[in-house]
């Protein structure tokens, strides 16, 4: 028997042999979520994208807590304790179905529940973190401001003691889940430095109005947040951050779940354009004959599971603590930027068609245009990484 006869046999759907790094919890988990995202989102996204609505998120909310979706990276208090390469397998299945989805869930977990589970008192934990992993509270993270974004050190929102009292003010931006939130993490500059504080949404002088009229990331609820003499105990403030450590150590987490999220809405991409290369007839034969759609398909093959397996390498560094912010800022960079040009080259194979919502070529294209800019910017993330390389800092 030759060697080459003992060889598996090419899975197109996993042309590297990526699964293969896969255990059995990590397949049934990735089955869950994505048998999930298939028949409670996919079916009718496209409606919600088209109309730019989210409905029944709370309901949406309460079935990922029921599958373990929400900090399910996190331990302890309700949360599955999951690895992180089994939480990124769940990200890239849901921004699959679509960005939002996914963003609900990063915000639900790696931000707002992580900022409690890692810099909060225990009274904090107790009090919101069972409730936030079954869905029954959704949180928001308020970091940006409507001046501030890639600046969060000149932030202007400040909370100020009064007695022993905390009053807040101030206006945040661009907040994914604000107007339906029942707790969110502001942060804010102190007389001490930057401080976080947990803010339950029903508190006097708080108010999230929806941002309307976007092109990207439409299934999603996305909010401004304004404070204004919002008056919290003193035991409101996360005890155990002082400084951008705090925020910023958050956002490293929930950029692990971008890198592997932009895989799954470049995949779905991918697959139509397989799909339709196959069924399309020009010139007498399918379009998936011709060299140049060959050509297109297996570049984006290509980079799609370069970006899964950097993914797979930097999951498995966060799961053996090895992970640092410099090789985060390496996967968002690159999976981001490759899925926006796998779906844009899907594009071209759909022709016209490419835009209907019919297909979820346009309506991924046009989501990750935020996830490009969102939670740190292509610029951003290069002088990080151009700092890591030189030693040399250009953010000044």
Not at 39 to 68: F, M, Q, S, T
Not at 167 to 191: C, E, F, H, P, Y
Not at 366 to 390: C, D, F, I, R
């Amino acid at each position: 028997m030759s060697a080459s006869s003992k060889l598996p046999p090419f899975d197109p759907a996993d042309p590297l042999g990526i699964d293969d790094l896969l255990d059995p919890e990590d397949l049934a988990i990735r089955s869950t979520v994505r048998e999930w995202a298939s028949d409670r989102v996919v079916p009718h996204v496209a409606e919600w994208y088209e109309k730019g609505e989210l409905p029944g998120i709370r309901e949406i909310a309460r079935e990922l807590g029921e599958i373990g979706a929400l900090g399910m990276s996190l331990d302890g208090y309700g949360c599955a304790g999951a690895s992180a390469v089994q939480y990124g397998l769940a990200c890239l299945e849901l921004e699959a179905a679509d960005s939002g989805i996914r963003s609900l869930v990063s915000v639900q977990g790696s931000l707002a529940m992580y900022a409690i589970h890692r810099f909060g008192s225990e009274a904090q934990k107790q009090e919101w973190l069972p409730r936030m992993a079954s869905g029954e509270v959704i949180g928001c993270f308020g970091l940006t401001e409507p001046d501030h974004g890639s600046d969060p050190a000149s932030m202007r929102t400040y909370a100020k003691k009064d007695g022993s009292d905390w009053v807040l003010n101030g206006r945040k931006m661009w907040i994914t889940n604000g107007s339906v939130a029942g707790v969110a993490v502001v942060w804010a500059q102190t007389d001490d430095g930057i401080r976080g504080f947990v803010v339950p949404t029903d508190s006097a002088g708080f108010s999230a109005p929806e941002i309307k009229h976007k092109l990207s990331l439409r299934a999603s609820v996305t909010s401004e947040l304004v404070l204004d003499d919002v008056r919290l105990p003193a035991d409101a403030v996360l005890p155990e951050v002082v400084g951008l450590k705090g925020p910023l150590s958050c956002l490293s987490h929930a950029r692990y779940g971008i890198v592997w999220g932009a895989m799954g809405a470049a995949r779905s991409c991918f697959e139509a354009a397989v799909d339709y290369s196959k069924s399309r007839e020009q010139f007498g034969r399918p379009i998936g004959g011709f060299q140049l759609t060959q050509a297109k398909l297996a570049d984006m093959a290509l980079e799609l599971h370069k970006g899964i397996l950097l993914a797979h390498h930097l999951g498995r560094r966060m799961d053996a603590g090895r992970l640092r912010p410099e090789q985060v800022s390496f996967g968002k960079l690159n999976n981001v930027r490759e899925a926006i040009d796998i779906c844009r080259t899907a594009r071209t194979i759909l022709g016209a068609n490419g835009i209907s919502l019919e297909y979820p070529v346009m309506r991924h294209a046009t989501n990750l245009e935020s996830v490009l800019t969102y939670e740190g910017t292509v610029e951003m993330h290069q002088l990080v990484l151009g700092k890591a390389l030189t030693g040399l800092d250009a953010f000044r």
